[in-house]
C-alpha cells in the first residue's frame, strides 16, 4: 500500500508538479489548495504532512493539537522554527525527498524493533538478519543500509543514502555505496547478480515489498 502524504500548497502550478513527482516516487498524494482542505484531508490517517499555505506553522501547530501525529515538513520563503523539519523556496526535488526519508527516519520504530525484509526477520539492535534457522551477521554500515531503506517509502536516491548513513555530500565521489550494497548482496540474495531483495532503480535503491 503507498505511503499517504498530504501535499499543502497554495500554488497551483507547484502543488501539481509536486503532487506528480511524488505520486512517481510511490506515494499515495493528498493535495490541498487551503487550511480547509487541509483539516479535511487529516481526517484520515496520514504518514506526513507537507505544508506551504501562508501560516503554515501556525496551521501545523493547530493540528497538532487536535492529535495529528504524523511529521511535518513545512514549505517556508525564510527560516522556520525547527530548520529540520522546515524547507525554504525555492529547493530541489531531491532536497525534499531527502527531508521527507530523514523526518522519517526520525520517527520511525524504535531501533530494537524486528522487521520483516524479504525471507528475513531483521534485528536492527544486534545487527542480523535471520531465515529458516540461517543467521547473517551485518556490519554497522549494512544494517544501517537496511534500517533507512526499510524505513523510506519507495526509491532512495544514492546522494541521499550517502549522506544518511555516511555524512557525505552530494558532491563527494565515491563508490563507498555501491561496495556495501555489492557486499551486501553477496549476503542476503540468492543470487546476487540477480538481486531480488535489495534493488537497484532510479538511480538509487529499494527494498522489494
Not at 15 to 33: I, N, P, T
Not at 176 to 203: C, M, N, S, V
Amino acid at each position: 500500500m503507498a505511503t499517504r502524504i498530504l501535499l499543502a500548497e497554495s500554488d497551483d502550478v507547484l502543488r501539481a508538479g509536486l503532487a506528480e513527482q511524488l505520486a512517481h516516487e510511490g506515494y499515495d498524494v493528498v493535495a490541498a489548495a487551503d487550511a480547509q482542505a487541509v483539516r479535511d484531508a487529516v481526517r484520515e490517517p496520514l504518514a506526513f504532512a507537507i505544508i506551504g499555505l501562508d501560516d503554515g506553522e501556525q496551521l501545523a501547530a493547530s493540528l497538532r493539537g487536535q492529535g495529528l501525529s504524523c511529521p511535518v515538513l513545512l514549505l517556508t520563503d525564510g527560516e522556520a522554527a525547527t530548520a529540520s523539519e522546515s524547507l525554504a523556496r525555492p529547493f530541489r526535488f531531491s532536497t525534499l525527498l531527502q527531508r521527507l526519508h530523514a523526518l522519517n527516519t526520525h520517527h520511525a520504530p524504535a531501533n530494537d524493533m524486528a522487521v520483516r525484509i524479504g525471507p528475513y526477520t531483521f534485528h536492527p539492535s544486534a545487527k542480523l538478519l535471520q531465515a529458516e534457522g540461517r543467521k547473517v551477521r551485518l556490519t554497522e554500515k549494512e544494517t544501517n543500509i537496511l534500517k533507512f531503506l526499510h524505513a523510506s517509502a519507495g526509491t532512495v536516491p544514492r546522494d541521499i543514502l550517502l549522506h544518511e548513513v555516511w555524512g557525505y555530500g552530494p558532491a563527494v565521489a565515491t563508490h563507498t555505496l555501491e561496495t556495501h550494497i555489492y557486499r551486501l548482496r553477496k549476503k542476503i540474495e540468492q543470487d546476487p547478480a540477480k538481486a531480488q531483495i535489495l534493488l537497484t532503480e532510479g538511480g538509487g535503491y529499494r527494498l522489494s515489498a
